[in-house]
């Protein structure tokens, strides 16, 4: 384990990351929170991290990839549910017509993932929600969505780690669709996964135990609920937090609102070529007011274009 | 770490209890899902364990603990609230009236303790909840409640993280008045402790943020809601629980209801010289429904008179 680190330090741990201001930012933040004796250090159970998840360690765009999961769920159950080819914003989405699903909002699209889900237990859940992202392709990638992460963050997971922080995901997405695979992938146990979810109701049937989902939301873990969510899951204020959007500015608020030295980070989607760019007018991952506000409040603007030198594992693989 | 394990073992690591059916539940169960090539062997990310707090881990007789911190601080507190005096159950509370307060019931508690820390900080309140815990004295064994820790079970935390479990405390407690403790006490960091807890709203005052606690309860983890409480928290089933009351049943069916080698346990509360003896007409930990069931379950119970050589760390210390 200490070779290891040893051998990855020399070969540069966060070598996605191209030279400048905002690694020089990372990098000397973990230096001094880490320099025993400093006047900066942070003891390592106090050396938390907290990462959005959507736009922040996977590609959210054009779409939140837990919305297209639900549409391949009604679209597979739409034989045992006929209603659903009358109402809207049903009715839109199996006739394919994206536009009229999109203008239904955030609201119609929750609607159709909290609908899409009602009923199943815990255990079926994890298993369609793991199988889904193993299998299906990003449109534009044509790769599975368990390799459209992010490479820079996974070697910024790494690079914590190995200075004995501990690492969370803090999203607005589910938290149950997300876990299946976050061990895996990113090397977070689901305790450390927080994220929105929903009533569930503890049912024993022939025997077997399991949670029952339902189709109401019990936390929505977004803008001044992630706060929130990380006193309750987490309960211990983060040092550093990762985001990408005006959905997070209050994790990061909460991360810099407080004593000692602190790190907020932006993600600034910049990139068409490899990845997306779209920042203020999106409709996914819309970065605005924290943009506006990262220069006086010290936040670290990461701009994919210029800060990444390879944004996916895959890149240079076709 | 190896070193010290092999010297552990050599000394017996569960020294506190006795040997008995308890004691040899334990072992085989620990033994058997950690046997490569077992049958019954499951991969150490698995090995979740969880244990009730209140009077499973530390002393709730005659009154659990939470509510003795929140009835000094409404004693504090009266000075600001003259309307306390006249309103019931404070008005009991503050009269030394405990037969009355008793009278109120869970819900008068309840509003004993929702409304003591109404309005405080995530930082002040986990800064008065941990001095309190440490500074505060039960009134049988005149030593503070950080003490009041049951020593068998330490052992047994130590024990099953020594064969890579991951240990948790499920509890019907608040997560906010455990947590300050928690990682010295037991070796639980505050996202290994799972509770209840209170609606908080996010607030930015004079440049720091915080939280600010209300009097409204957003997750009460008892019964069938800590199975809930362990998917939204943990989200993976427990394969060892650890509980004593009836309170703690549904998570002990949830550990004990699915496929593959479970343990679940109940600690009986037979000593009344040591420590408390109650169970199925008890007003706090109520042993009922479980002490009835265990046998066809296969739930074992733990006599504390019989099972324990020594119940706390003080004993023989006097």
């Given at each position: 384990m200490k070779e290891r680190s040893t051998s990855v330090r020399a070969a540069?741990?966060?070598?996605?990351?191209?030279?400048?201001p905002a690694k020089s930012a990372i990098v000397q933040f973990v230096q001094s929170v880490t320099e025993?004796?400093?006047?900066d250090y942070v003891p390592p159970e106090e050396r938390i991290a907290t990462f959005d998840n959507d736009?922040?360690?996977w590609v959210e765009y054009p779409l939140y990839t837990q919305f297209l999961f639900a549409f391949d769920r009604v679209k597979e159950l739409v034989p045992k549910h006929p209603e659903w080819k009358t109402k809207q914003p049903f009715k839109a989405l199996l006739e394919g017509d994206m536009k009229s699903v999109g203008a239904s909002g955030l609201k119609g699209l929750l609607e159709i993932a909290l609908t899409?889900?009602?009923?199943?237990t815990a255990t079926e859940y994890a298993e369609e929600a793991g199988k889904w992202l193993r299998t299906t392709r990003h449109e534009?990638?044509?790769?599975?969505y368990v390799e459209c992460i992010y490479q820079p963050q996974l070697e910024l997971l790494a690079y914590l780690r190995a200075h004995e922080f501990k690492t969370f995901i803090v999203s607005g997405g589910g938290m149950a669709f997300m876990r299946p695979i976050t061990e895996e992938v990113?090397?977070?146990?689901?305790?450390q996964v927080v994220g929105s979810s929903v009533v569930s109701e503890f049912q024993i049937k022939d025997g077997k135990a399991d949670l029952v989902r339902s189709?109401?939301?019990?936390?929505?873990?977004?803008?001044?609920a992630k706060p929130v969510g990380i006193y309750d899951h987490i309960g211990r204020r983060p040092i550093l937090a990762f985001g990408n959007s005006d959905g997070d500015m209050q994790m990061i608020e909460y991360t810099t609102g407080a004593e000692g030295r602190r790190l907020g980070l932006f993600l600034h989607h910049t990139d068409g070529v490899r990845e997306f760019a779209y920042d203020r007018?999106?409709?996914?991952g819309t970065l605005d007011k924290a943009l506006g506000q990262a220069e006086a409040k010290g936040w670290i603007i990461v701009d994919m274009k210029n800060d990444w030198k390879r944004v996916f594992a895959f890149e240079g693989m076709e």
């Open positions: 540069d741990p966060l070598s996605s990351w191209a030279e400048g025993k004796g400093g006047k736009g922040t360690l899409a889900h009602a009923g199943v534009k990638f044509k790769r599975p990113y090397g977070l146990p689901p305790w189709e109401k939301i019990s936390f929505f873990d977004d803008k001044a007018k999106s409709y996914v």
